[in-house]
């Protein structure tokens, strides 16, 4: 596809069900990031992953939430039990250059969650 | 870790009049400080970036200075339009060091008053 594309757009969960939001990132991108932007706020970083290795995962804020990107393409970002303060749009963006790179990010239109 | 300060949260002018947001940053050795304009229920999207070895950049309305020495960083847009109502992030980073995710700001609300 042109752009990252993100899966499922909004997803509304009961508190304690388990949810899976997938990324598509752009066809040959090294880089894939996840980040959490809660309502009227920043996107805030959560994991990184270059190609299918999981380099950096210091912004995950609990065991619940966990990442992986099996080929090196597609991203799932997973939450278990989910919580209410687990609300928010997750964005997933990707980039051309390895780590290090500094240059644009392109993100996806984000999986907005809400747990009731 | 970085912390990226952003100010004002909401930024109101006329159109056609010109609107500064301003960013503040706590790494030292952060050296790439990107803009993101973000429309409503719409994905970020880059509008300039500036890198720590030059200290203003400009492209057509929108400019970028940066201050190294005082660690802020200014965008600026002249002749502001309709258009440029949005929510803009200012983020930065350091290359290396497996730091590899951008710290954004929290976001000023641009409005375009017609």
């Known amino acids: 596809g042109a752009g990252v594309s993100q899966s499922p757009r909004y997803k509304v969960a009961k508190r304690g069900q388990d949810v899976a939001l997938r990324c598509d990132p752009i066809?040959?991108?090294?880089?894939l990031f996840w980040y959490q932007q809660a309502l009227g706020q920043g996107p805030e970083f959560l994991t990184y992953f270059q190609n299918e290795a999981q380099l950096d995962k210091s912004g995950l804020p609990s065991d619940r939430f966990f990442a992986e990107r099996p080929e090196g393409s597609v991203s799932t970002l997973k939450i278990q039990r989910t919580q209410q303060e687990d609300s928010a749009v997750y964005l997933c963006a990707s980039s051309p250059g390895a780590s290090g790179y500094t240059g644009e990010l392109f993100f996806g239109e984000g999986s907005r969650l809400t747990v009731l | 870790g970085e912390n990226v300060e952003q100010h004002p949260s909401t930024l109101s002018v006329q159109e056609g009049d010109s609107a500064v947001i301003k960013c503040t940053y706590s790494?030292?050795?952060?050296?790439?400080f990107p803009w993101y304009k973000q429309e409503l229920g719409k994905r970020p999207q880059l509008i300039i970036d500036i890198r720590s070895n030059v200290g203003e950049k400009k492209d057509q309305r929108i400019a970028v200075t940066l201050n190294k020495t005082a660690k802020h960083f200014s965008l600026h847009i002249t002749e502001t339009q309709p258009e440029d109502s949005a929510v803009y992030f200012c983020a930065a980073k350091r290359s290396g060091g497996g730091a590899d995710g951008l710290t954004f700001g929290k976001g000023t609300h641009l409005i375009i008053q017609p």
């Open positions: 790494d030292s050795a952060s050296n790439y």
């Open positions: 066809s040959g991108h090294v880089s």
